[in-house]
């Protein structure tokens, strides 16, 4: 039988504020002691209140306009309450009832609308590590800010739950809300899975899978549960609704917890935490501060870059607000150069957080444009750009200094051929070339660069070559 | 001040604070007494008047500090096994702001476990007794410091109320108790109860007493995002601007004269009041609330309310008959919205991070359970029941959700009220102090005491009980002056013309 999938997404953001959600101490746990990023608020001492960080607010409202949503002038915190050593207060603090972020939508590069439900603020959990007889708690992660984004079940197919994700982790990594860092858990997310026939009215019992953090895990989970829900029901089998796990290694799913043992969290107002209320001046001001997005870019450059080197870039934020800075004419020619050669390099990871000025760039284009510049000469040039003992000389001096600046001028380049075909050495080879052996023209290019110490521009070399022995 | 003039000195003070404490050992005030700090804090201030140095408002002033405010001075228990052993390394505010202005801190008091009661009998340290009959309870939650006001140990001390925990205790020993407006006093390091009730207030002797702690402990506290702006400093004592009472200054740190009752300074005060009375002529209209006054409120507080109306018509004030049938939800919508919140600010104690951990503890289902098992008095437990029934999904709306309908019935009603009268005057418990294990085993008649205290606490409107007299026995009787939201100041002032 065939079956129609039907998939909604929830993802987790970790908001890269400076302190966190509910108390002023450092946000960013990375590289840092267990432990050493808890304030008594986030260690739940008695007596400690919640203060709300203004800037995960501003946040939020950034979040929220990069997906198109509605920011609620009025919202306000719940208590979701659950015991495990990971929530020191014995409750998370969310937003169950009024979240910040109303409803909206994510357009996919293949022109699919996903729409969101809404998305709120909360506190995230500690980590816990398991060991034989005892386990270790670090609550540095306690009350990072994060914003959970909950999808419509808009999505059908494993590559749209791929580009889903992948869409939002570039909307929030452009509205500059997270540091994106995919491997240390800055996004995850929790994959509801329902197959039916194709054409049912209702749609079918769901699984979710949770805790994924990386596109791919995404899609293959959605092809692992399409396939698994779906031999199910062609045996005549129901699907159980129920919280599954993801093991990567073995590219499967298993149960984890069904409905009947589902937790009650008890939600209840934060009572701690007066409500959130929003001028619309507010909401206005902190949304015009929202950076260019991936659809400005697509539309900037759709005709100039090609569309799969296009999209490949834009998984990098700071190789889009430079190509922004470039003269048009020579968009192309950087845009290849990243995609070709930065992306390529080992270090290119250090290498997108300094990245060379435009007007070096767009000198850089200039030669290779005027034949100044060979090719790999361009690409050894704008290497060199990036080089700590190099950059800030000018694209123009390290050209010169390198000695890569090619030789142009007729008059001199017809002398240097002159100087090689007088070589005893290239004699047989002029014979053969007039006798038709086109292929000795390349051994008498290679002569006169060598002769030019490189510098020669070896097209122009051909053609004088040519005229010569003809 | 009689520290500043040398009549005495800060060590002093303290030293006989101390002496008294243990004198009166067996009411079971003090969960802890703080004799090396207190006294090292004492002398540190004689040294600083000594060398003419400025000392705060309150220097070598001994108070008790109910135990469920957090310092590092000894453990901050709330009189829990839960908590024992745990020492903060935070001072809440509003101890904070004491301590700035010279208070001494010469132990910590008595209170029901996480402040659930009325009577301190849930105290994992056992009951504190009544001043006046050792056979009766304090009252609670916060016990321990009315009784340490009310026997003269202390010139005032803190409680925490949010049903009734500083008002009856009061009433019971014959002390002043305010519960100010919500969001008056910072809660930052006070272990809560119930986060949207709970109140930080004094016991003290004299109204104008209350009036300097006040001023002292009140304001915008930025860790505490519930508190309101500053309003207690800036508003005028009086209700309208011609009338201008005039402030006796505070017998906090100011002699008194010896084996002077000081119930009797009540009557000290009253001319001077009087006269700030008569050349201003203001007419105060004091309301009555008609269902309040029954057959099952106790004769002899009856007939306290009865006097002070007519002491009040004496002085030329206005009664004003109420009837506010919103209230009589109040106490169903308080053991509701309370316990919620209390199931919710108790889920922190699970023996992980600090506080009691039970030995029996194999794995981690077993280290909760036998954890708060151990840990909680039965009080707690019922509380921590009761909250997670009404929180959980299919019962939230038939209880959370209606008892907070009721709640914005009664806010509604006081308002209503106060655009009728300026305060209103009520009992503050239906009985005076009760026999010590007559209601402990009968919780709801337990609760029933709270039936007059609790709606304030829902509404958020400041309450300052009143000594008004003894019964019959020689049981202290209060009253409660009810007035509106910020008007703590006004209350406080007004509270002299029932002395």
Sequence with gaps: MKYLPTIGIECHVQLCTKTKLFSEVDNDAKDKEPNSCVSPVCYALPG?????????????????????????????FDRKHYFYPDSPKGYQITQFYEPIIGEGFVE????????????HLEGDAGKLTHFDTYSLVDLNRVDTPLIEIVSMPDIHSAKDAHDYCKELWRLMCYAEVTNGDLYNGNMRFDVNISIAAEGAKELGTRAEVKNLNSFRSVERAVE??????????????????????????????TGQRSKEEAKDYRYMPEPDLPPINLSAEFIDEESAKLPLMPKDYREAFGGVIAEDILEILLDYP?????????????????????????????????????????ADLNELSSMNEKKELSSTATKEVFLRLFDPQMKGRGAKNIAKELGLIQENDLGALEKIVDTVLAKPETAKAQEDFKAG????????????????????????VQDILRKKLS | MKIADKSTSAEKLVRDALEKAKKYAEYNIFTF???????????????????????????????????????????????????????????????????????????????????????????????TLNSRDKKRVAGGSSGGSAVAVALDIVEFATGTDTGGSIRQPASFNGVYGLKPTYGCISRYGVVAMASSTDCIGFFTKTPDDMDLLMSIASGQDPKDMTTLPDYYNATDASLDNSRHAPSRPSTIGRPRPKGRSLRGSGAQSAPVVADGLESSNARVRVGIIKDFDNESVDSDIREALKN???????????????????????????????????ASNLS?????????????????????????????????????????????????????????????????EYEKAFSKCDFILTPVSPNPAFKLGEKVNDPVAMYLEDVMSVSLNLAGVPGLTIPAGETKDGLAVGLQLVGPRRSDKALIEFSKELA
């Design chain 1, 108 to 119: 996919l590069p293949s022109g699919t609308k996903v729409r969101i439900e809404h998305a």
């Design chain 1, 48 to 76: 400690m209140l919640p203060r709300l960080n203004g800037e995960a607010i501003k946040m939020a409202i950034l979040a929220g306009r990069a997906m198109n949503c509605e920011i609620n002038a009025h919202s306000r």
């Design chain 2, 308 to 342: 002070k109306i007519e002491l009040l018509k004496s002085k030329g004030h206005e009664i004003v008959e109420l009837e506010m049938p919103a209230l009589k939800y109040g106490l169903a919508a308080y053991y509701i919205i309370v316990p919620a919140e209390v």
């Design chain 2, 348 to 412: 922190r104690y699970d023996g992980v991070r600090y506080g009691f951990r039970s030995e029996k503890s194999d794995d981690l289902d077993s280290l909760y359970y036998n954890t708060r098992f151990e840990g909680f008095m039965p009080e707690n437990k019922r509380r921590i029941m009761i909250g997670n029934f009404v929180l959980s999904s299919g019962f939230y709306d038939a209880y959370f959700l209606k008892a907070a309908k009721a709640r914005t019935l009664i806010i509604n």
């Design chain 1, 318 to 358: 700071s190789l889009m607000q430079k190509l922004k800075e470039i003269d048009n004419k020579y968009v192309k020619s950087v845009s290849n150069l990243f995609a070709s050669v930065l992306l390529a390099e080992e270090k290119s990871a250090e290498y997108l957080n300094d990245l060379p000025s435009a």
């Design chain 1, 224 to 253: 692992y549960e399409i396939k698994r829900q779906s031999k199910l029901l062609d045996a005549g089998k129901k699907v159980v609704q129920e919280t599954r796990g993801w093991n990567d290694a073995k590219g499967e799913t």
């Design chain 1, 437 to 460: 052996q086109e292929k000795v023209l390349g051994f008498l290019v290679g002569q006169v660069m060598k002769e030019s110490h490189g510098k020669a521009n070896p097209s122009a």
């Design chain 2, 33 to 127: 007494l703080n004799e090396e700090g207190a006294l090292k804090k004492a002398r540190e201030i004689d040294a600083r008047i000594k060398k003419g140095e400025k000392v705060g408002k309150l220097a070598g002033v001994p108070y008790a500090l109910k135990d469920n405010f957090l310092s590092p001075e000894g453990e901050t228990t709330a009189s829990a096994h839960i908590l024992e052993g745990f020492v903060s390394p935070i001072t809440a505010t509003a101890v904070a702001k004491l301590e700035a202005e010279g208070a001494i801190m010469i132990g910590r008091t008595n209170l029901d476990a996480f402040a659930h009661g009325s009577s301190t009998e849930n105290s994992y340290f056992g009951p």
